[in-house]
């Protein structure tokens, strides 16, 4: 299933206003399928400049920028809205790991959310990505930039970015052969930290991945962040990564009226070994597979002593 089948079958468009956010030119809900409202930071005229020399977005067989209806550079999404408020889903692919602050974005969500309404995520599994060396972000990590505010990517989230983002090729983690990925640049350690004393000095904005998930990680934050009653949503469904892939999609649904330890409680339950760890080493051959099945007999896993250390 497509992400955009996903996302059609989770917030059910038709006869629905709806919004997604940054679809660029490639919105998962297309205006025919409802009435969607496309935003995004930017104007079109300045998406098509910003993105003139992309292939992938301008070039002549890419997919035209979608026209964006909400402008958010200057303001809130509730703001952009008015009266059109609420909406009945919000549809978000690679959008949350920007956010500094995921909790505080996702309470402005809510602000426009009937409900019973569904906001839609896509989020890449760090597994599969540049962020593979990265430690999954944890509810420390999430709770303390939403007390403190946080609008944009802090001096800990760009270091923690820029220096241990690598050159992944996820085929190839997802075949067993790279579990040791190298950097994406030289001098990374130097270039995170003139980038995090940047933006510490003058308050920058810096794109960056400010969180990382696989998709047992998220469901672990998420339910003690719902505990805590600090969004008003119940995890309703989640879809894990699958083979060959590089993201897991979520969908949120607002319950406010519901207490949070009952929406926590509703938090779905996912193997920690197929959807935290690296992947099992496929086997090939009769020799391997009998040494493995002895190491499953010794140790309960088929993982060498070497992997799963790193990410």
Partial sequence: ????????????????????????????????????????????????????????????????????????????LAEALGPRAPVDYIVASHVMEHIADPLGWLNEL?????????????????????????????????????????RLASPTQVFDYVSRVAEVDPFAVWAGRERDPKPLFEGQLARALADARNVAADGSYYDAHCTVYTPASFLGVFREVIALGLIPFEIARIDPTERNTIEFFVTLRKREAASPAERATATPTLDGRRHDELPEVPVRGLRRRLALALRMLRTGSIRGSEEGRHG
Avoid: W
């Fill in 1 to 76: 299933m497509t992400a955009r089948q996903r996302a059609l079958d989770a917030v059910c468009p038709s006869g629905r206003l709806g919004v997604e956010l940054g679809p660029l030119n490639r919105p998962l809900i297309r205006r025919e399928d409802g009435d969607i409202l496309y935003a995004d930071h930017r104007t079109t005229d300045d998406l098509r400049a910003k993105y003139a020399g992309h292939e992938s977005v301008i070039g002549p067989d890419a997919q035209p920028i979608v026209e964006v209806d909400l402008v958010l550079e200057h303001q809130s």
């Fill in 110 to 150: 809510a602000a426009v959310l009937s409900e019973g309404g569904m906001i839609f995520l896509a989020i890449p599994d760090k597994r599969f990505t540049f962020d593979f060396h990265r430690r999954p972000s944890t509810t420390a990590d999430l709770v303390g930039h939403h007390i403190a505010g946080a």
